[in-house]
């Protein structure tokens, strides 16, 4: 987004939300190109129009709640992801990776098929225990994904040149083999 895209933005926002009142326009456009300069104009709007429809709190945007609309969509609740798995556990003793490879992957990245495996094998599975441990998993898979997402591309781009098979990967302190 160029700095005068940026600056029809800020002044969308300031006349979304009339009590929003930025000290120095000037400084606050230079910050929000600062920021939103990875995202196109079409884009920051329409988060912006979904971020009015859906906040009641009556404050204007930062540049993370407006990434936070497009990552908040069609995000699963921990609760349907855990249903995925728990049709799965009875027939992975024999099929844990074909039932793994058919889940969705948000539920994916947070078992798997060895530990789908291991639950149905064990004569005392406890059913409330590996929710919360799959739950606790689950959030924080959901977690880095957005965090990941809101990562600029240029930041992107180096921190996967710096060795990291994914950034999240680097961001959790793994490097890649290469």
């Known amino acids: 987004m160029t700095r005068d895209e940026c600056k029809a933005l800020v002044r969308a926002i300031a006349s979304l939300y009339p009590n929003w009142h930025p000290a120095e ?94 639950w149905a094998m064990d004569e005392n599975f406890n059913q409330g225990v590996a929710e919360s441990n799959f739950i606790r998993s689950f959030r924080l898979a959901q977690e880095r994904a957005a965090n990941e997402f809101a990562l600029p591309e240029d930041l992107k781009a180096a921190l996967i040149s710096a060795g990291a098979e994914t950034v999240a990967g680097l961001l959790c302190g793994k490097e890649s083999d290469g």
């Open 25 to 118: 326009m000037k400084d606050t456009v230079d910050v929000w190109h600062f920021v939103m300069s990875d995202q196109s104009l079409p884009a920051c709007m329409a988060m912006l129009k979904a971020y009015s429809r859906t906040n009641r709190s009556g404050f204007a945007p930062s540049p993370a709640d407006l990434l936070g609309q497009v990552t908040d969509r069609g995000r699963m609740t921990p609760q349907e992801a855990w249903s995925h798995v728990l049709k799965a556990i009875p027939h992975s003793t024999y099929y844990s990776r074909e039932l793994w490879e058919k889940m969705p992957e948000q539920v994916r990245v947070a078992v798997t098929p060895e530990q789908l495996r291991a």
